[in-house]
């Protein structure tokens, strides 16, 4: 009765397994094979057998994450794309909107579309915004453009038409013809992945699900074959970009909704973290190796990004697309960050990452450029001969030889120069952090703060101090944590449907009698019986008259039309610092969240047999704090020896298999009776 878990991140494939018999925890960690993800995952499980005898006929439940779909987007290797829309709408995608983020660039230019212009066509048909059809499907229009996607070589239509989300009729219709008439190609209609309205970002969605579908079905189907070889014969779940799993199956439906699979694990631990400590309002940061995640749970519940876009940045407007997704801040600073000057010689970290190959210079593996990692260990928090769990050895003079190659043009001792480079990841981070909690009107002083990753721990303290957090926690098996995560998830569907009507008496009645077919909806998606153990959240998009874009707000069975019309009044208030209470309110959009309820991941209290503050002391380490206090002698602690219900006074490392935590001077370091480390300022510091 093992569940089990990978997620494939950027420079490592991490894996943990759960015995729901015994407790027993099963981890282990490879090199991500970015050619063929599908062998990490292997190695990883073959790494598990050796190290902690997992067997691999005892597993029941298998979930797996990964950057699949967005490499695939993001790397331009998708497959060749066809779009079929309605007469007079093939430029929308090129046309996309006007609003710039650039807004005073004069070249700025759009993004090229992952469709060319050449293979969007057009076919006669029309339906008004209720769904109403004002012209037929002209389905002699579709004879040219079948033969011109044989002629293309065309692995995947999408179809897009307008107003389609209040009647799917034409493009039902139409991919009907089009899968009979093209059998190796994959058919998929908008209607399927999206029944929200705005032409520009349902095109983006569909055109983006069918760019990758092929591509995940192959490596899904690769990986279960896999899987089946090595005896692992169990139901294989996918991490969803919402916080829950979905199955194989379902996520090749519609793989967009991976778009943010690994990440979402590391949210989904977090939200399970907060619910063992009693903490509503969490904030999560995972450091892996290439860059740096950031959401919040709000309410114990992950908070979804209503707007999401692909590779949008500040000078980008990227590609919107309308799939439900963790609100993650990602940067581009994790232990592989490369530090490098720019030409006025500014010292600069990321996003360009030294990768699983060659890695940090530290690694020995030929990487010769300065990184975060190198910097870490540089100033005395890493090990180099512990370092993950002494599965790996640290060159500390090919890290300081990297770190001299910035640390000369900037008249800098080494040691100066590792702290630079950790103060500008940190700055960077800062700001992610500030964006999910203060951009969005949360006070980052009211949550607590569960830091993962290879590199997070390290980092840790000194974030939670700056941000005045209640308390910083660092989970168990940290390095490990996103996969953890997957272990905590429940599967998980988003139903979003576009409603316009006015807030009234009568809107809430006809509300409840559409979020009751949305549940009819949900039943049949997982496949079950009326008396499922479904859990549904209720949530209405709203906006004042007049206004072009809403907010999402908690509904509630039983509200009547002043209860949820003060709800939205406050959302609107914490999102814009504005309430209109005698404004007419607009309702544009129906949110059913639906969760299996199902078993997750534990967190056992820990037995003190064995744990002590003498036995866990492994020595003592000089770590560098900078040109003030210097080098300072710090005890290190092995972690998984401390007893529960211990409490420490900072400085301190505290060392384990997947990561390294550093305390800093006037922090108090507790061990919660599960294990979970929790760190909050000293009374005397806080005071």
């Not at 076919?123 to 002209?138: F, Y």
Request: overall charge negative.
């Amino acid at each position: 009765m093992i569940r089990l878990a990978t997620d494939v991140g950027g420079t490592f494939t991490d894996l943990v397994g759960y015995d729901e018999r015994s407790g027993e925890l099963f981890t282990a960690k490879s090199l991500t094979t970015v050619p063929d993800q599908s062998i990490g995952v292997l190695d990883a499980i073959t790494s598990a057998e050796t190290k902690d005898g997992l067997r691999t006929r005892d597993v029941t439940f298998f979930a797996h994450g990964g950057t699949t779909v967005i490499n695939a987007i993001t790397e331009r290797k998708g497959v060749r794309t066809a779009l079929v829309t309605t007469a007079g709408f093939r430029d929308v995608l090129e046309i996309g909107r006007g609003n710039r983020p650039d807004l005073y660039n004069l070249r700025f230019r759009s993004p090229a579309p992952f469709v060319p212009r050449s293979l969007r066509f057009e076919v006669r048909e029309r339906l008004d915004a209720s769904g109403k059809i004002i012209t037929p499907l002209h389905v002699e229009d579709l004879k040219p453009i079948i033969a011109q996607c044989k002629a293309e070589k065309i692995e995947a239509v999408a179809i897009l038409f307008l107003h389609s989300y209040t009647n799917p009729e034409h493009e039902i219709l139409c991919a009907d013809i089009l899968a009979d008439a093209l059998p190796d190609a994959t058919v998929c209609a908008s209607y399927e992945v999206s029944r929200q309205w705005r032409e520009y970002e349902r095109s983006n969605t569909v055109v983006l699900n069918a760019y990758v579908q092929p591509i995940i079905r192959r490596y899904f189907a690769r990986l279960e074959d896999a899987l089946m070889r090595r005896d692992l014969t169990c139901p294989y779940y996918a991490m969803q970009s919402n916080g829950g799993i979905a199955t194989f199956e379902q996520a090749v439906g519609s793989p967009l909704t991976l778009v943010e699979s690994g990440p979402a694990g590391g949210v989904a631990g977090a939200a399970r973290i907060g619910t063992a400590l009693g903490e509503s309002e969490v904030l999560s940061l995972d450091v892996g190796g290439t860059t740096a995640k950031c959401s919040l749970i709000h309410g114990g519940r992950p908070t979804l990004n209503v707007e999401y876009k692909l590779e949008h940045t500040r000078i980008e407007p990227g590609h919107p697309i309308q799939v439900p997704v963790v609100d993650i801040v990602e940067i581009g600073s994790g232990g592989g960050s490369i530090a490098w000057l720019d030409e006025r010689g500014v010292l600069r970290v990321g996003p360009e990452s030294a990768g699983s190959m060659p890695g940090p210079a530290c690694y020995g593996r030929g990487g010769t450029r300065p990184t975060l990692s190198d910097a870490i260990l540089t100033i005395g928090v890493f090990d180099p001969t512990n370092f993950a769990g002494g599965s790996m050895h640290l060159d500390k003079q090919k890290a300081a030889e990297a770190i001299a190659t910035i640390a000369a043009p900037l008249g800098l001792s080494i040691e100066d120069a590792a702290i630079a480079i950790i103060d500008i990841a940190h700055a960077s981070m800062i700001n992610a952090l500030k964006l999910v909690t203060v951009q969005r009107g949360h006070d980052p002083r009211e949550v607590a703060f569960v830091i993962s990753g290879g590199a997070g721990p390290a980092l840790a303290t000194r974030l939670g101090r700056d941000l005045s957090v209640k308390s910083t926690v660092v989970p168990l098996h940290p390095g490990l944590f996103s996969a953890w995560g997957m272990l905590a998830a429940e599967p998980r569907a988003d139903f979003r449907h576009t409603w316009f009507s006015a807030l009234t008496a009568e809107a809430i009645k006809a509300l409840l009698s559409r979020f009751d077919k949305l549940e009819e909806e949900a039943i049949a998606y997982f496949a079950k019986g009326q008396d499922a153990d479904i859990r549904f959240t209720y949530q209405v998009e709203a906006r004042y008259r007049g206004q072009e874009h809403g907010v999402f707000a908690q509904f509630h069975r039983g509200d009547d039309r002043e209860v949820f019309a003060e709800r939205f009044h406050a959302v609107h208030e914490r999102a814009y610092s504005f309430r209109l209470p005698h404004a007419a309110i607009e309702i544009t959009t129906l949110h059913l969240e639906a969760v299996l309820n199902g078993p997750v991941i534990a967190l056992p209290a820990l037995s003190k047999n064995g744990r002590s503050l003498e036995a866990a002391l492994t020595g003592r380490r000089n770590v560098y704090f900078g040109a003030v206090l210097g080098w300072v002698s710090c005890p290190v602690y092995e972690r998984s020896l401390l007893a529960p219900g211990q409490s420490i006074e900072g400085p301190m490392i505290i060392e384990e298999a997947t990561a390294t935590t550093l305390v800093q001077e006037k922090q108090q370091l507790s061990v919660a009776d599960n294990g979970v480390l929790i760190i909050r300022e000293s009374v005397s510091e806080a005071g």
